[in-house]
């Protein structure tokens, strides 16, 4: 079975295991000697990038440019995952797509220093892009076309599917299981979580058992750099097996008439290399739902990260839990809505 995201930062008996407490310390130290083992020799210059997920690092170089180095978390994916991620980074590359893959040494993209599992990529930088961009809305839909074209050449074999289960319903059992929703709102959440499911299964019989292809899957304006007319995609760490809409919808924003025209744009330049089957425009709020109740779980998973407590400190208040069920029901809502239109033009 592949390993998922689901892990805690613990072992089963709640007791942080030898790896994972290396991790939560790692040092600056543990970082510059890592780079160095795989034939780099560091400057000493550190900068902390945008993770929580992982520890990231942009590292100054000795007579070179930078290089980025990820350090994984303990227990979250299999060595065989994160191969498989990386051999789809390359993949991508290899056909041309503006991806950042991790780097070979001695013939190996995955590298271990004493506890730590860690890659190392070249650094690019970027702006994130503006979504009232068009001509760069479209561009990102032939990027993500052609990222599926590759995707929907052979399955995962060790990472996992976006579904209502892995997503939504282990979502909600771990929120129960442990406690974390204020004792008081757990009848309005385990309401509102069954309307949901619902709607969520309906959704996906309207888009008639969409195809499962391998997906960026976490595709949105952050992990997109643009630095004038070039385009880089990066963090492929949560690559798994999904619909292809899942790629696209975390590029609309705004209302209904908003999202309206950026979804023509997107798919516009998707269609020009590959077909995009109009019923999983059933699934874009679906997607939204499962992506929402996933997030707040991802949370509890973390809490015990003192990373996650010092850039979250508002989960733990009764106030994040009422909104979070007010976003829910409004989700179930959208979900009743009818999709949103697309004037199907495509060139593929």
């Known amino acids: 079975?592949?390993?998922?995201?689901?892990?805690?930062?613990?072992?089963?008996?709640?007791?942080?295991?030898?790896?994972?407490?290396?991790?939560?310390?790692?040092?600056?130290?543990?970082i510059l000697d890592a780079v160095d083992s795989v034939g780099y020799e560091s400057d000493g210059r550190l900068l902390a990038l945008n993770s929580y997920e992982n520890r990231v690092y942009r590292v100054g170089i000795e007579d070179g440019p930078p290089v980025v180095t990820k350090f994984y978390r303990p227990?979250?994916?299999?060595?065989?995952?994160?191969?498989?991620?990386?051999?789809?980074?390359?993949e991508l590359a290899d056909a041309d797509i503006?991806?950042?893959?991790?780097?070979?040494?001695?013939?190996?993209?995955?590298?271990?220093?004493?506890?730590?599992?860690?890659?190392?990529s070249n650094f690019r930088g970027g702006r994130t892009p503006e979504l009232d961009d068009m001509e760069l809305l479209r561009q990102l839909g032939r990027l993500v076309a052609r990222i599926h074209r590759c995707g929907e050449t052979r399955p995962f074999m060790h990472r996992?599917?976006?579904?209502?289960?892995?997503?939504?319903l282990r979502s909600r059992d771990y929120l129960l299981d442990h406690g974390v929703i204020p004792t008081d709102l757990e009848p309005a959440y385990t309401s509102i979580c069954d309307h949901l499911f619902d709607g969520?299964?309906?959704?996906?019989?309207?888009?008639g058992e969409p195809q499962h292809l391998r997906l960026h899957a976490d595709f949105h304006p952050s992990n997109v750099l643009v630095t004038g007319n070039v385009v880089h995609i990066v963090d492929l760490d949560d690559t798994r097996m999904g619909p292809a809409a899942q790629d696209l919808w975390m590029f609309l924003s705004g209302d209904r008439?908003?999202?309206?025209?950026?979804?023509e744009e997107l798919l516009e330049g998707y269609t020009e290399?590959?077909?995009?089957?109009?019923?999983?425009?059933?699934?874009i709020e679906a997607l939204r739902t499962l992506r929402i109740m996933h997030y707040a779980a991802w949370l509890a998973r973390r809490w015990l990260d003192p990373a996650f407590q010092r850039a979250f400190p508002w989960f733990?208040?009764?106030?994040?839990?009422?909104?979070?069920?007010?976003?829910?029901?409004?989700?179930?809502?959208?979900?009743?809505?009818?999709?949103?239109?697309?004037?199907?033009?495509?060139n593929y």
């Open 160 to 168: 996992p599917t976006l579904d209502i289960e892995s997503f939504g």
């Open 316 to 346: 733990d208040s009764n106030r994040y839990w009422d909104e979070h069920i007010l976003a829910l029901r409004e989700q179930a809502a959208l979900m009743e809505e009818s999709p949103l239109a697309w004037n199907v033009t495509g």
């Open 98 to 120: 503006p991806i950042v893959p991790p780097i070979r040494h001695a013939g190996a993209t995955l590298h271990f220093h004493g506890p730590f599992r860690f890659s190392v």
């Open 75 to 90: 227990s979250r994916w299999s060595d065989a995952a994160i191969l498989e991620e990386h051999e789809f980074a390359i």
């Open 257 to 263: 008439n908003e999202q309206t025209p950026q979804l």
């Open 1 to 30: 079975m592949p390993q998922s995201d689901n892990e805690t930062v613990t072992n089963e008996a709640g007791i942080a295991d030898d790896a994972t407490l290396a991790y939560l310390g790692l040092q600056p130290d543990d």
């Open 200 to 207: 969520i299964r309906g959704c996906y019989a309207r888009a």
């Open 273 to 283: 290399f590959r077909n995009f089957d109009a019923r999983e425009l059933h699934l």
